[in-house]
């Protein structure tokens, strides 16, 4: 343990460049295994016992073309870098590869290396990090399939728990309340919806999402945090309406990630450039 905390301790303590493009770099190869986990998850969940029971999942088969099902070599699996070399195109069958991938991959690394200048103590940047990158995942899953896995919810609920228990501005039995608290908040609303229109106006999943971000920010914040994730549906829903025409459910997911990700910004870094402190 000692050993391990010493080690992250040299490395932000780094010369600021260089560290700074670590972090980025780290980015970029947790970006290139989020666009796995997009693709992969819900497809493990929608085949729940046929295609995981056949050699599927996060790390089987290697990476291939989804068009012509070949097995990637390992520098066309480079992030970024690797579909700029290959112009968008599969070096076997020509197929297009999507731009999804390396603007994911990049977004990842941009995102890390902001909160590298955010948060200045190893475990202050470690727990950022993992908090953003479950919450890049889950967005981009819920805004492809309106799905937000338990396999990602609950991991991140009890990680903001375990975070709390060591150290930053929540203490842990805020931590608690927040996750009971978020997920009750939701559910009631739900039923109560459910109740009086006899329609479903949302999903478990942001229950449990919500819960997680309360074990991250603490019951104090959960308001605060509804009130954006809310303003933000409101935006979201009017730019779906007025420029793609698009009417049909919004993810809430994503809202509520966004929300989130901005209220812990502004409790656990050094720069507070919200109304929260």
């Keep these: 343990m000692d050993g391990g905390w010493l080690q992250l301790t040299f490395i932000t303590s780094l010369p600021g460049g260089f560290y700074h493009t ?23 969940i929608h085949n729940e016992g046929q295609l995981t029971g056949h050699g599927f999942n996060l790390s ?12 990637l070599k390992y520098w066309q699996n480079i992030p970024v870098l690797s579909w700029l070399l290959l112009r968008g195109k599969c070096h076997y069958c020509a197929a297009s590869i999507s731009k999804r991938y390396p603007l994911t991959e990049a977004g990842c690394a941009a995102m890390f290396l902001g909160l590298s200048f955010l948060f200045t103590t190893p475990l202050s940047l470690l727990s950022a990090l993992l908090l953003f990158w ?8 819920d ?13 991140l609920l009890w990680a903001g728990l375990l975070v709390h228990s060591i150290s930053g501005e929540v203490t842990l039995q805020d931590a608690l309340y927040g996750a009971a608290a978020g997920y009750l908040a939701l559910w009631l609303l739900y ?11 949302m999903g478990y999943g942001d229950f449990k999402l919500l819960a997680a971000l309360g074990a991250w920010v603490g019951w104090q914040m959960l308001p605060y945090l509804c009130i954006l994730a809310a303003l933000a549906g409101i935006v979201f829903v009017l730019i779906r309406m007025g420029v793609y025409k698009m009417s049909e459910q ?27 402190s």
């Design 250 to 276: 919004i993810p809430f997911g994503p809202c509520l990630a966004m929300a989130g990700a901005l209220i812990y910004i502004s409790q656990e870094s050094n720069i507070v450039w919200l109304m929260f």
């Design 60 to 71: 089987l088969p290697a990476s291939h073309c989804p068009a012509c099902k070949h097995p």
């Design 191 to 201: 039923w109560g919806v459910k109740i009086v229109s006899g329609k479903e106006g």
């Design 134 to 141: 479950f919450l890049l995942a889950l967005s981009l899953i």
């Design 22 to 44: 670590c972090v980025a770099v780290l980015g970029l190869l947790l970006g290139s295994f989020l666009n796995v986990v997009v693709y992969r998850l819900p497809l493990m």
């Design 143 to 155: 805004l492809a399939t309106y799905l937000l896995p338990d396999r990602l919810t609950l991991p």
